[in-house]
Nanobody
């Protein structure tokens, strides 16, 4: 069992930056691929980024490449999402998720554990 707790969300002006964190419980964090998804009001949850167990492999939603960066610190059981040049359309609840199969998937059903989410609001 893995428990995930996101933090770092908030209100930011367009063009600003935020860094989200997702802290995981347990001693097996390094055995999970970790991902970020987001869900805007009235929309389906969508893939943002994923990072492999070791951190060597990363993948991003095409529309976010160059602005968002995923990273992890296995010693701290934490995965991060650095978000730069934020736009109002980035406003959403951001969720982290863990995949024990390390499949580097962009599909929600692949993921075994989810956090409760953290709200990001970007004002224009």
């Amino acid at each position: 069992q893995v428990q995930l707790v996101e933090s770092g969300g908030g209100l930011v002006q367009a063009g600003g930056s935020l860094r989200l964190s997702c802290a995981a419980s347990g001693r097996t964090f390094s055995s999970y691929a970790m991902a970020w998804f987001r869900q805007a009001p009235g929309k389906e949850r969508e893939f943002v980024a994923v990072i492999s167990r070791s951190g060597a492999t990363k993948a991003y939603a095409d529309s976010l490449k160059g602005r968002f960066t995923i990273s992890r610190d296995n010693a701290k059981n934490t995965v991060y999402l650095q978000m730069n040049s934020l736009k109002p359309e980035d406003t959403a609840v951001y969720y982290c998720a863990a995949d024990r199969r390390n499949s580097i998937s962009q599909t929600m059903r692949t993921y075994d554990y989810w956090g409760q989410g953290t709200q990001v609001t970007v004002s224009s």
